[in-house]
């Protein structure tokens, strides 16, 4: 494992080593003690063999499973609490939700939240490329059927869930064997282009700069890099034989060469104003919110799930302000988050293997839920 990718799967399990290891997660998971908070679960994407188990469970044990609304009711003293309520949410709208946990959850007749991201889902009827990362994810004509059944509830999870440049620091490059799938890994950027009168495409050219980034949502103001020092490495890799090019000697010295002399006469980037983030971040909250809306009619859209689990106060209060009620989160909330003050109301999720601690017939020890995929 290289030392990137022990960072990363570090970065991962940080809230749940945090969690056990601190004491911080519920007390049921701890100990043989019902829970005192409506438990919440995450999952991404799924298969049969392990999320058919967790629905036996669930429903052998009379669980009854929350809409969004329905969980923020409870929490918000709206409505009266059950015994037996959790809340499943699936995040992303991977393809597994509509090809595998749809059909389980109507067998099992029970629902979950789906924090999908609209500015990603392809129509359905179009005809997808190779390279088409969002091939893996669910169409509009599948989340249009999973809505309508009531079994799934449509939430944002973000217009893209994308990356933001926070530093001029290149750290890297776009290429052919890059992956810039927010699905395979946090670095996620974004450029956007006119397709036609209205539509827009999202795409990563071959040669864009790809500098230290962290979530759209993230407290860090946006680096702004000269749209002239951008063009300058895309057309170079273009005209120096595209895909070739990354198999010629000291490519990346050759781009970064193109950066420094560029910086050196070009004006420098700079970081967005706060008045700037403050409208980027808003503009993503509100239209996630209405494009779900607008493609699922008769849909409201009120929960929204941080991509990556990161966030900042800033875009906790902007989400308030674009018409959110609860924001989810990972298995630990951030420390800028009071769970009895906050609002929108904060929502930690446990994964999904701790659904077995939940009291019930089959319910199993904390050390067996370590020995393998569950």
């Known amino acids: 494992m290289t030392i990137r990718h022990f960072k990363r799967s570090f970065e991962k399990n940080r809230n749940e080593l945090f969690g056990l290891g601190l004491g911080r997660y519920p007390a049921f998971v701890r100990s043989d003690v019902p829970p005192e908070q409506i438990p919440v679960f995450q999952f991404h994407e799924v298969s049969t063999a392990t999320l058919q188990p967790v629905l036996e469970f669930i429903a052998r044990n009379d669980y009854v499973t929350l809409t969004g609304d329905e969980y923020y009711k409870r929490v918000a003293g709206a409505s009266p609490r ?53 091939r893996a994810l669910c169409n509009w004509l599948q989340i249009r059927e999973m809505y309508a059944s009531g079994v799934i509830d449509v939430q944002s999870h973000s217009l893209y869930h994308h990356s933001i440049p926070i530093s001029p620091k290149v750290v890297d490059f776009a290429r052919p064997d890059l992956s810039t799938s927010f699905l395979q890994s946090d670095l996620a950027p974004i450029r956007e282009r006119k397709l036609d009168g209205s539509s827009l495409e999202i795409y990563t050219p071959w040669g864009l700069p790809i500098y230290q980034w962290n979530a759209r949502m993230c407290a860090h ?10 063009e300058l490495c895309i057309r170079y890799v273009a005209e120096n034989g595209g895909e070739a090019f990354f198999h010629t000697r000291d490519w990346r010295g050759q781009l970064r060469k193109i950066i420094k002399n560029a910086r050196e006469k070009i004006a420098p980037g700079r970081f967005e104003t706060v008045g700037e983030q403050r409208t980027a971040i808003l503009k993503d909250l509100f239209h996630s919110k209405a494009t779900i809306e607008a493609r699922l009619p008769g849909s409201r859209v009120q929960h929204f799930c941080f991509p990556w ?64 995929a569950v």
């Open 221 to 230: 103001p946006a680096y702004i890099e000269s749209t002239q020092i951008e």
């Open 82 to 134: 059950g015994d037996r309520e959790v809340m499943l949410t699936f995040d992303d709208g991977q393809a597994s939700l509509y090809a595998v946990a749809f059909p389980l959850l109507r067998k099992f007749k029970q629902r979950a939240v789906a924090y999908i991201v609209p500015g990603r889902v392809p129509d359905g009827v179009e005809t997808l490329q190779e390279n088409d990362t969002d």
């Open 309 to 372: 689990y990161r966030g900042s106060a800033l875009a906790v209060e902007l989400s308030q302000e674009a018409g959110y009620i609860s924001n989810a989160w990972g298995s630990l909330l951030p420390e800028f988050v009071n769970p009895d003050e906050a609002q929108p109301v904060p929502i930690p999720r446990l994964p999904p293997k701790y659904i077995y601690r939940l009291p019930g017939v089959g319910r199993r020890p904390l050390w067996r839920l370590f020995g393998g």
